[in-house]
Nanobody, 120 residues
């Protein structure tokens, strides 16, 4: 019913920048929270940044380097990543809490993931 499509991943040298985008489509009444998670090989999926009701929160490891923003009119969330480090290498996943009608509660949706690779 709801699809999240990410774009913007790729290969970048350490110190470089990338901007990820995630657009939600389908049966959408409202979106409460949108965020980004990442998973590196052999590691658990971890929170990178979330945006909800005008409030943003970041993992300590990305504070001051990454910025999350939303375009609510487009149901899109962005992640601007600056000063990238090799440790940022991971598959980045978009996440959203979506209500499909005024009578339904929010359901959690994930994107398919986009690879970010930072070379040293």
């Amino acid at each position: 019913q709801v699809q999240l499509v990410e774009s913007g991943g790729g290969l970048v040298q350490a110190g470089g920048s990338l901007r990820l985008s995630c657009a939600a489509s389908g049966r959408i009444f409202s979106i409460s929270v949108m965020g980004w998670y990442r998973q590196a090989p052999g590691n658990e999926r971890e929170l990178v940044a979330i945006a909800s009701g005008g409030t943003t929160n970041y993992a300590d490891s990305v504070k001051g380097r990454f910025t999350i923003s939303r375009d609510n009119a487009k149901n899109t969330v962005y992640l601007q990543m600056n000063s990238l480090k090799p440790d940022d290498t991971a598959v980045y996943y978009c996440n959203a809490g979506v209500r499909s009608s005024s009578r339904s509660g929010p359901l959690n949706y994930w994107g398919q993931g986009t690879q970010v690779t930072v070379s040293s």
